[in-house]
T-cell receptor, first 110, second 112 residues
Framework: NAGVTQTPKFQVLKTGQSMTLQCAQD?????MYWYRQDPGMGLRLIYY???????DKGEVPNGYNVSRLNKREFSLRLESAAPSQTSVYFC?????????FGPGTRLTVL | GENVEQHPSTLSVQEGDSAVIKCTYS??????FPWYKQELGKGPQLIID?????GEKKDQRIAVTLNKTAKHFSLHITETQPEDSAVYFC???????????FGRGTSLIVHP
């Protein structure tokens, strides 16, 4: 039981490049989330998916898109990366109130 | 929407001392209050939570208290150890929404 897995662990992009962050969970959870974590800002919700087939915007959705591929997988796409998107990205899943987080992806945009 | 304030942002203690982290929330409809611990290079992990029908909850050296009237809740760690060093996040949510609002985090440093 791996819990929540994320790939890649680290990524460096140039401004304007695109990439997709992958997330998968093996706990059969309905809900999945993408957060970004910046120094002094805590965890800010980018997008979430309450169940397979649905996605909704969170607090900071601009510049991102998501896809809930199936119940296990929830991906986050940056179409045209900007330096302001340099951050650590966490995926999480939940079945009830408790969230389970992945190990994170550290993204640097030059 | 909900707003969660967390203090202090940094807390430095000696091993064996107690540590207290405080959070306030704005939405009186919030009824679930988890605390997460984030170790360096890892994702946050739930360490304790409390619901609005309970005033206090303990689990070994950690405890959480909730004051619904004042809309604040606190994390208490007793007999701190170096392995308690981490960033701690409080959060608040309405039961059933599964969308918590997080505080900005407290970096706890326990000196041996």
């Amino acid at each position: 039981n791996a819990g929540v897995t994320q790939t890649p662990k680290f990524q460096v992009l140039k401004t304007g490049q695109s990439m997709t962050l992958q997330c998968a969970q093996d706990m059969n959870h309905n809900s999945m989330y993408w957060y970004r974590q910046d120094p002094g800002m805590g965890l800010r919700l980018i997008y979430y998916s309450a169940s397979e087939g649905t996605t909704d915007k969170g607090e900071v959705p601009n510049g991102y898109n998501v896809s809930r591929l199936n119940k296990r997988e929830f991906s986050l796409r940056l179409e045209s990366a900007a330096p302001s998107q340099t951050s650590v990205y966490f995926c999480a899943s939940s079945q009830s109130d408790t969230q389970y987080f992945g190990p994170g992806t550290r993204l640097t945009v030059l | 929407g909900e707003n969660v304030e967390q203090h202090p942002s940094t807390l430095s203690v000696q091993e064996g001392d107690s540590a207290v982290i405080k959070c306030t929330y704005s939405d009186s409809a919030s009824n679930y209050f988890p605390w997460y611990k984030q170790e360096l290079g890892k994702g946050p992990q739930l360490i304790i939570d409390i619901r609005s029908n309970v005033g206090e909850k303990k689990d070994q050296r950690i405890a959480v208290t909730l004051n619904k009237t004042a809309k604040h809740f606190s994390l208490h760690i007793t007999e701190t150890q170096p392995e308690d060093s981490a960033v701690y996040f409080c959060a608040a949510s309405k039961g059933g929404s599964y969308i918590p609002t997080f505080g900005r985090g407290t970096s706890l440093i326990v000196h041996p």
